[in-house]
């Protein structure tokens, strides 16, 4: 898995890339903050063959994808369970847990959230 796009470029994804580096799929395209858009995808962390999550920094989102990308929910600011814009992910897979630090918009803060996945 890749991210790609940084706070200027136009297209913001997550790429899979195979062993011999062959594009497998995507996710992401024009910058956004719809489902199916990124807004300066930071990090990623996959769950076993499960399901893979994405630091969406500037939506202030994690995204929830399947194994093959496709969007199955979002942890963000609007639920209240993510109050900052999250920089980096890792996946406890014996405890089924993810963690999120990240920085609050416009400081140099950072903070931590867990969830259960």
């Given at each position: 898995m890749v991210c790609s796009g940084s706070r200027s470029d136009h297209e913001q994804r997550v790429f899979v890339v195979s062993s011999a580096g062959q594009l497998v799929s995507s996710y992401g395209g024009p910058r956004g903050g719809s489902v199916g858009q990124l807004d300066f995808?930071?990090?990623?962390?996959?769950?076993?063959?499960?399901?893979?999550?994405?630091?969406?920094?500037?939506?202030?989102?994690?995204?929830?994808?399947?194994?093959?990308?496709?969007?199955v929910c979002e942890?963000?600011?609007?639920?209240?369970?993510?109050?900052?814009?999250p920089y980096r992910l890792c996946v406890d897979e014996r405890r089924r847990r993810l963690y999120v630090g990240g920085l609050i918009r416009g400081g140099d803060l950072g903070r931590l959230a867990v969830f259960d996945i």
């Open positions: 995808p930071r990090h990623v962390a996959v769950l076993g063959d499960q399901c893979v999550f994405i630091a969406d920094f500037n939506n202030q989102r994690v995204a929830r994808l399947t194994s093959t990308l496709d969007f942890i963000s600011a609007n639920d209240r369970r993510l109050d900052f814009c």
